[in-house]
């Protein structure tokens, strides 16, 4: 399965409150979604957090990392084959979010093709152990006017209305274009 069409979509999610860290504040986070189409007409999903502080990068340099450098490298690559794909993207050692961006969308489009959950073609086990970690900062865990933690109101999912969230809180930016 060959590219036929890829775009990007970024998208930002805004806090309810601004958050304090020790060396910055931040009122959202950015996302850049990457789709990947197949001549097969398959459709391969990544996203990717483009935060200065976290990656040195912004949804629009993350775009146009991916339009110029990577989704050439890609093209009249059978997306299905991993060596092939692994073995296309090594020509650019640097930007390793734009590169698994690239990568994770393949795995996906290989889930498809084969039918089976991501987990299962990796190896993985159904049931894996989970440790998680609460914490609370004054201010941030009060109750919103739905009822729920505010803190879970600033969770990605904030703006899906499908799992709580109020889609207002999502603000949809530029989409980049390209044929495979």
Request: aromatic fraction near 4%; glycine fraction near 8%.
């Given at each position: 399965?060959?590219?036929?069409?890829?775009?990007?979509?970024?998208?930002?999610?805004?806090?309810?409150?601004?958050?304090?860290?020790?060396?910055?504040?931040?009122?959202?986070?950015?996302?850049?979604?990457?789709?990947?189409?197949?001549?097969?007409?398959?459709?391969?999903?990544?996203?990717?957090?483009?935060?200065?502080?976290?990656?040195?990068?912004?949804?629009?340099?993350?775009?146009?990392?991916?339009?110029?450098?990577?989704?050439?490298?890609?093209?009249?690559?059978?997306?299905?084959?991993?060596?092939?794909?692994?073995?296309?993207?090594?020509?650019?050692?640097?930007?390793?979010?734009?590169?698994?961006?690239?990568?994770?969308?393949?795995?996906?489009?290989?889930?498809?093709?084969?039918?089976?959950?991501?987990?299962?073609?990796?190896?993985?086990?159904?049931?894996v152990p989970v440790s998680w970690?609460?914490?609370?900062?004054?201010?941030?865990?009060?109750?919103?006017?739905?009822?729920?933690?505010?803190?879970?109101?600033?969770?990605?999912?904030?703006?899906?209305?499908?799992?709580?969230?109020?889609?207002?809180?999502?603000r949809r930016l530029p989409v980049?274009?390209?044929?495979?």
């Amino acid at each position: 399965m060959k590219l036929a069409d890829w775009s990007t979509h970024a998208v930002r999610l805004s806090y309810p409150q601004a958050i304090h860290w020790a060396s910055s504040e931040e009122d959202g986070a950015d996302y850049l979604l990457l789709r990947l189409v197949t001549d097969d007409g398959l459709i391969g999903v990544a996203e990717g957090v483009a935060k200065v502080a976290w990656a040195a990068v912004t949804p629009r340099t993350l775009a146009v990392v991916l339009e110029d450098l990577f989704i050439p490298l890609i093209r009249g690559v059978d997306l299905l084959d991993e060596t092939a794909v692994s073995r296309a993207l090594a020509k650019i050692s640097e930007h390793r979010l734009a590169r698994s961006m690239i990568d994770v969308a393949c795995w996906d489009l290989r889930s498809q093709a084969k039918g089976v959950p991501i987990w299962q073609l990796l190896g993985g086990d159904p049931e894996v152990p989970v440790s998680w970690t609460v914490m609370s900062c004054s201010g941030i865990l009060k109750r919103t006017t739905t009822g729920r933690p505010a803190a879970r109101a600033a969770s990605p999912q904030a703006g899906d209305p499908a799992a709580g969230g109020s889609a207002a809180t999502a603000r949809r930016l530029p989409v980049r274009h390209g044929a495979g």
